[in-house]
């Protein structure tokens, strides 16, 4: 099923008020023709008989459009009971107003349930403090109606829950905010419970993800956040990214000798030539490919020759191509079978994100990418195939999308850029962004393992700050010396720094590590301007993230 805002069709509920609207007619009909002469009980004439057929029609008609309303509205609402002594391991809480929240927290809980993890799935308005307290987990989609309300169903929660204080230290949670940018106040009930749930000590598995308008690429990246928190990087993609075929041209490891995993620079042009633009901040949505030697190994074992012609999309491919974009199946279940099921049972991959490290300018999109490894030691599905596995020269499935929540202000203001690891590639196009528009007051705050191996882009990093297009940078290598220091803590040592910059107007931008680095940044952020004044930065555009 696609993801995207569901296309017009005649819903139980609509055929419903269609009869209603006819019974009322007919009903309106009846008594305006009865009224035009008087009725002959003895004999009443075969049109009125007619018309009395009609009126019993009618009547029925209506019943049967009340009937159907009930019924498609209890299915509707018809949620597994929360159990108030097992609760599950996470919650999915929605509120809808037109029912695509509903629909999109279904598809989140069944995604979880799928991988094995205990859900629960309720109406948010149903819920109260003392209910989420019992959650370790929860994910929120929510949408917003009128001038930045909560839907109708969740009115009870913002009044009774929303309204006090609550005390949530145990909740780890997720924020999918549906809206429409057409309207002032886009995304606002997902920021105001966003910002109830951080006040209440609850914390972030991800940034709020904001979706305008049903658009494909947002609810993607929530998918892949859900894919991340479910253990499952083989989750298909609900809605497929519209691909376009671009070349490898560059491939060179960008930390030799590091203590942590190899880090390539990739650099990719579109395959036919053209032209692409992008802007700091967004991102690659890589259509990755199971490796060759794996799909040899696969064929073999399910006995079946992958030259063998098949039917996909309306195009035939052999039956080895096909496989190298889907997710590979137990072969011993193919055995057997003829190529042509095969192919038609199989699920595309998933795509993979990355943060874009160049600007068109530059000729090329350009990405730092880390070598990850699955928990059977092979690498890993998008990083495996970028640095290893594709051909230099050969072609990528690639999709730029939008990241606007990312983008560099427009104007000369300071910006603080801080990150981790390959990180760094976001935080480099905002620079190259700010250098090329001569906005120079720029800092860089970066942590990595080893000074010697781990700067990346290190000559083009020194050229900027000896140039002064870079007016501060503070870097923070974490095995160089007796003590850990990480880019937090940096960060705590220029506490008066970091206050004057924000004084002064400063963006603050964070990229790197959801896991580690971004919420103790945040925390130093916290201990330097204040909670409130942190919060006020994130409402005015001031902080904004971009981690994984």
């Known amino acids: 099923m696609s993801a995207v805002a569901p296309r017009r069709r005649i819903e139980p509920g609509t055929i419903g008020s269609a009869l209603a609207v006819l019974a009322l007619i007919a009903l309106a009909c009846a008594l305006a023709y009865w009224q035009a002469d008087p009725w002959q009980w003895i004999s009443p004439g075969r049109g009125r008989w007619w018309m009395a057929a009609a009126l019993f029609a009618a009547y029925a008609g209506f019943v049967a459009a009340v009937a159907v309303s009930r019924a498609r509205h209890a299915r509707r609402e018809a949620l597994p009971a929360l159990s108030p002594e097992s609760p599950g391991e996470w919650l999915i809480a929605f509120a809808s107003q037109t029912g695509f929240a509903e629909q999109l927290a279904r598809r989140s809980h069944a995604a979880l349930a799928e991988a094995g993890l205990r859900a629960d799935l309720a109406v948010l308005g149903t819920l109260d403090a003392e209910r989420l307290a019992r959650y370790p987990r929860a994910l929120f989609v929510v949408s917003t109606t009128g001038e930045g309300d909560a839907p109708d169903s969740a009115a009870a929660f913002v009044r009774r829950v929303m309204g006090a204080a609550a005390a949530l230290p145990q909740l780890r949670y997720g924020v999918l905010a549906l809206g429409d940018r057409e309207y002032r106040e886009y995304c606002a009930f997902g920021h105001r419970l966003d910002h ?157 994100e990355y943060s874009i490290a160049s600007l068109p300018a530059d000729g090329s999109l350009q990405l730092l990418v880390r070598q990850m490894r699955r928990d059977d030691g092979r690498l890993g599905l998008g990083s495996g195939w970028l640095t290893e596995h594709a051909a230099l020269g050969g072609e990528i499935d690639l999709r730029i999308r939008s990241n606007p929540s990312f983008h560099a202000p427009d104007d000369a203001r300071p910006i603080v850029l801080i990150g981790n690891g390959t990180g760094l590639a976001g935080l480099r196009a905002l620079l190259k962004t700010r250098i090329a528009a001569g906005h120079r007051r720029n800092w860089l705050l970066f942590g990595e393992r080893n000074a010697a191996c781990d700067l990346h882009y290190r000559e083009e990093l020194e050229a900027w700050r000896a140039g002064g297009a870079i007016e501060r940078v503070d870097y923070a290598f974490s095995r160089d010396g007796q003590a850990r220091v990480y880019v937090q803590d940096r960060l705590r040592e220029q506490r008066p720094r970091v206050r004057e910059w924000v004084a002064a107007g400063a963006a603050i931008y964070v990229c790197g590590s959801l896991e580690g680095m971004a919420p103790a940044v945040e925390a130093a952020l916290q201990e330097a301007i204040g909670v409130e004044a942190l919060e006020n930065l994130a409402a005015q555009g001031r902080y904004r993230r971009d981690v994984y």
């Open 196 to 352: 109830w749930l951080r006040h209440a000590g609850a914390q972030p598995l991800f940034d709020l993800v904001e979706v305008d308008n049903g658009e494909t690429g947002a609810l993607r990246h929530w998918q892949h956040h859900l894919g991340l928190l479910a253990g499952r990087t083989d989750l298909p993609d609900w809605s497929a990214p519209a691909y376009a075929a671009w070349r490898l041209q560059q491939r060179r490891e960008s930390n030799p000798g590091s203590a942590g995993a190899p880090a390539f620079h990739i650099a990719l042009t579109p395959a036919d030539g053209g032209g692409a633009h992008w802007r700091a901040g967004d991102i690659a949505e890589i259509g990755p490919r199971n490796a060759g030697d794996e799909v040899a190994r696969w064929l073999a074992q399910a006995g079946l020759d992958g030259a063998q012609t098949v039917r996909r999309d309306e195009t035939s491919l052999p039956i080895a191509e096909v496989l190298a974009g889907s997710r590979l199946p137990d072969p011993a279940t193919c055995i057997g079978q003829s190529a042509q099921a095969v192919a038609d049972a199989l699920q595309p991959l998933p795509h993979r």
